[in-house]
């Protein structure tokens, strides 16, 4: 009986540890490259530090709308703000009124005349 022996392969033998030093090596560069990466990650907190900051401002912003909101109601009516806002929507004023706009979110006062 005739029996066939076969010579062990090179190739054979550096087979597996190719392919594991393949697989190290995509893993690798996915970790510093892909979506998910240590650069995706700082960007994203960066981004999140940004939309934090933007956060508080709307915050603010809101908490200082309400508080404008308080003073025109009914039982807590300011008379001088009501005249304010009044005049500052219909666009009116005395003849012998100056009329100085200030807006908070400008860089400083304009000075308007209006007859």
Known sequence: MPT???????????LLPLLL????????????????SHEAREILSDE??????????LIAEREHLEARVVRLRTDALDADLLDERARAKLN??????VVIFHNLRDSGP??????
């Not at 062990?8 to 033998?13: A, K, L, N």
């Not at 304009?110 to 007859?115: G, P, Q």
Request: glycine share 4%; net charge positive.
């Open 4 to 14: 066939r022996q076969r010579r062990r392969s090179r190739v054979r033998f550096l």
């Open 21 to 36: 030093t393949l697989l190290a090596t995509y893993f690798g560069w996915q970790s510093t490259r892909g979506a998910f």
């Open 48 to 57: 999140r530090v940004n939309r934090e900051t933007e956060l508080a401002s």
């Open 92 to 97: 009116l004023a005395f003849e012998n009124e």
């Open 110 to 115: 304009v000075l308007a005349a209006h007859n």
